[in-house]
């Protein structure tokens, strides 16, 4: 912006000279307009050559603007810009790092598995650069944001990864996918924490080619362990149900047969001989039996 502006002053300045050399000399007294050119070709030159620059810190991110002379050489000397920042590109140099969410596809890494198999990923991820930390992430490895992408971040998540790859056993990887990644995203985050957050990790793991078959295999076994545990546990239920029902019914057989015994028992206790005899005189209506006896029939009488 700078060198530009420097162009602009020069060729209008020059140009204003021409002009007047030009118009308001009469035409036999016009000679060269030396003074317009030198000062069209001084500015050229001028800013060509001058080391100022400016430079404008968008939003989201953060400026820092480091010493490139001394002792500290930009590691311990630098201050924090934003907006226009204007500074000498002989002895400053200004670095921008965004503090919002970048998202990074690496290409495929080859990691070992617990029990020595290996297993290829192809790891992406979201990472955010935190504000208060970039000068100190500076410091320590002064390079721009893309080279820390491809060089000490990139080794981080590899290295979290392959760390995290050794603990699982490789068919316990593929049926918890999930833990395994928020085991990875932990591991990131506790090394990563002191400059970066990572988020949404996916670690696109495939398996070697000779083991695919055999962990598939292994997995649909679970799956048929599973559903037969299933089936005798349901069986199970329906076994303890009809035995419940069962005693239920035995049960309610018992209770009824002690009501019935127990009402003959007290119906034997109330039937003593004088209870009976009372009972008679309560049905009796006063009348004598009376006995009508055939032609030629004897009525025997025992008069003992």
Known sequence: MITTSIILIALVLGGYHIYNSLTNVPSKDRTFPLKGVLIIVGG????????????????????????LTGNSRGVSNYEYKTGWVMYNSWTEQLYEFPTFQQHIDYEEQSVIT??????VIKPSFNYSLKSNAVGDMFQNLRLDIKEVEQGWLKNAIVGAVNDV???????????????????????????LSKWFS???LRTNIVPPSSLQEAIEAKTKAIQQAQAEDQKALTAEAEARKK??????DSAQVVI??????????????QLTPLYVEYMKIQKWDGKTPTTVLGNGTTTMVNVK
């Open 165 to 191: 790859a050794n603990k699982w056993e490789v068919d316990h990887i593929f049926n918890e996918r999930e833990q395994f990644e928020s085991s990875i995203i932990a591991e990131c985050n506790k090394r």
């Open 198 to 200: 990572v988020s949404q």
């Open 243 to 248: 035995i419940a029902q069962a005693k239920g």
């Open 256 to 269: 009824e047969a002690s009501a019935q015994a127990k009402a003959m028992h007290i119906k034997q206790m």
């Open 114 to 119: 617990k029990g020595g198999f290996s297993a």
């Open 44 to 67: 050229i030159i001028l800013a060509l050559v001058q080391p100022f620059n400016m430079d404008r810190v968008d939003a989201g991110h953060v400026g820092i603007k480091v010493k």
